[in-house]
Nanobody, 127 residues
Framework: QVQLVESGGGLVQAGGSLRLSCAAS????????MAWFRQAPGKEREFAAA?????????YYADSVKGRFTIFRDNAKNTVYLQMNSLKSEDTAVYYC???????????????????WGQGTQVTVSS
């Protein structure tokens, strides 16, 4: 099991940027697919972005964030990041880092298939 701790959330104006970090411990993050999900008040948790295990050469994005968000990993730091640009009010949510062992399967967008989760970090975008 890997422990995940998110940081970097906060309050930002529309059009601004934030970078979220997800620091992993207990296991080497390069053995895991990594993802960011988000959950707005009153809504279900939804997929935002993912990066494949080991090299991080493949990335995946929800249509709502494509072209604005970038996910990348630094295996040497055991950390995954989410760079968020051109933020909109509809990006306001709690953002969660998630992991699943890469060896066991491919990336998908369903929260139930991801085995390890962080506690979340709040992102609030004011319009």
């Amino acid at each position: 099991q890997v422990q995940l701790v998110e940081s970097g959330g906060g309050l930002v104006q529309a059009g601004g940027s934030l970078r979220l970090s997800c620091a992993a411990s207990g296991r080497l993050v390069n053995n895991y697919h990594m993802a960011w999900f988000r959950q707005a008040p009153g809504k279900e948790r939804e997929f935002a972005a993912a990066v494949n295990w080991r090299t991080g050469s493949s990335t995946y994005y929800a249509d709502s964030v494509k072209g604005r968000f970038t996910i990348f990993r630094d295996n040497a730091k055991n950390t995954v990041y989410l760079q968020m640009n051109s933020l909109k009010s509809e990006d306001t949510a709690v953002y969660y880092c998630a992991a699943k062992v890469g060896y066991y399967g491919s990336i998908d967008y369903y929260p139930a298939s991801w085995t390890d989760w962080g506690q979340g970090t709040q992102v609030t975008v004011s319009s």
